[in-house]
């Protein structure tokens, strides 16, 4: 493509975004999960056909993917670097320029899913620490150390399986409530399930929030001194 070609690419997907009721289905999917054509239309409180046709758009534009599973479609965003680039696109809607006050529903901006890897305050916080303690070597893109890679592999994580897959292994995803990175990536993803697995956060059905158990608390302490009482 020359460059005409890339700045009317560009245009036409930020055309496809810009519109309140697709941008509101975009966000609604930016937790992983998929839902139906009726779900969407309620989300983006907009009439069946209206929906139908917008989520036709988002799926010509490469935004989103069809699932059929027997008379059931369901619609899902197209891959986590769509959610990196709402996440981003979320930054720098909320006026850069201003001093940065985060407004965040509290359990939101604590703790939540970014597509298929943790976003919020507690994401931010153990990205930190892992970068201090020098388990994650890197800028913006990482790779584990020796000791960062036996931290993974006692949370249950398979290390070799993660860097075969077809996708960056772990890098640092721009967090829109806290405008510092978070960890995404392979790595990413698989400490989200990690985490869920071992039953130290809890992942609401209706939102994108992630709740902490009192076990992952004091897990969360001991292994990461980080501390999320009244949390």
């Given at each position: 493509?020359?460059?005409?070609?890339?700045?009317?690419?560009?245009?036409?997907?930020?055309?496809?975004?810009?519109?309140?009721?697709?941008?509101?289905?975009?966000?609604?999917?930016?937790?992983?999960?998929?839902?139906?054509?009726?779900?969407?239309?309620?989300?983006?409180?907009?009439?069946?056909?209206?929906?139908?046709?917008?989520?036709?758009?988002?799926?010509?534009?490469?935004?989103?993917?069809?699932?059929?599973?027997?008379?059931?479609?369901?619609?899902?965003?197209?891959?986590?670097?769509?959610?990196?680039?709402?996440?981003?696109?979320?930054?720098?809607?909320?006026?850069?320029?201003?001093?940065?006050?985060?407004?965040?529903?509290?359990?939101?901006?604590?703790?939540?899913?970014?597509?298929?890897?943790?976003?919020?305050?507690?994401?931010?916080?153990?990205?930190?620490?892992?970068?201090?303690?020098?388990?994650?070597?890197?800028?913006?893109?990482?790779?584990?150390?020796?000791?960062?890679?036996?931290?993974?592999?006692?949370?249950?994580?398979?290390?070799t399986a993660l860097r075969a897959q077809r996708r960056r292994f772990a890098c640092g995803c721009l967090d829109w409530s806290m405008r510092r990175p978070h960890l995404a990536g392979a790595l990413g993803a698989a400490l989200l399930q990690s985490v869920i697995s071992r039953g130290w956060v809890t992942q609401d059905l209706d939102s994108r929030?992630?709740?902490?158990?009192?076990?992952?608390?004091?897990?969360?302490?001991?292994?990461?001194?980080?501390?999320?009482?009244?949390?």
């Amino acid at each position: 493509m020359n460059a005409h070609d890339d700045d009317a690419a560009l245009s036409h997907i930020a055309g496809a975004i810009a519109e309140p009721a697709r941008t509101r289905m975009l966000c609604a999917l930016m937790d992983g999960h998929a839902r139906t054509s009726t779900e969407m239309a309620v989300i983006a409180e907009v009439s069946a056909s209206t929906a139908s046709a917008h989520l036709a758009r988002l799926k010509d534009n490469g935004l989103i993917e069809l699932h059929t599973q027997g008379r059931h479609r369901y619609y899902r965003l197209a891959g986590p670097h769509i959610a990196q680039a709402i996440e981003s696109l979320m930054v720098i809607s909320r006026h850069s320029a201003k001093a940065f006050v985060p407004n965040t529903p509290n359990r939101l901006q604590f703790a939540r899913t970014c597509y298929d890897h943790m976003a919020g305050t507690l994401a931010v916080q153990l990205h930190d620490h892992f970068i201090a303690a020098g388990w994650l070597i890197g800028d913006g893109t990482y790779q584990l150390s020796a000791p960062g890679e036996k931290v993974m592999l006692d949370l249950g994580l398979d290390i070799t399986a993660l860097r075969a897959q077809r996708r960056r292994f772990a890098c640092g995803c721009l967090d829109w409530s806290m405008r510092r990175p978070h960890l995404a990536g392979a790595l990413g993803a698989a400490l989200l399930q990690s985490v869920i697995s071992r039953g130290w956060v809890t992942q609401d059905l209706d939102s994108r929030a992630l709740g902490v158990t009192p076990k992952g608390r004091k897990e969360l302490a001991g292994r990461f001194g980080i501390e999320t009482a009244g949390q």
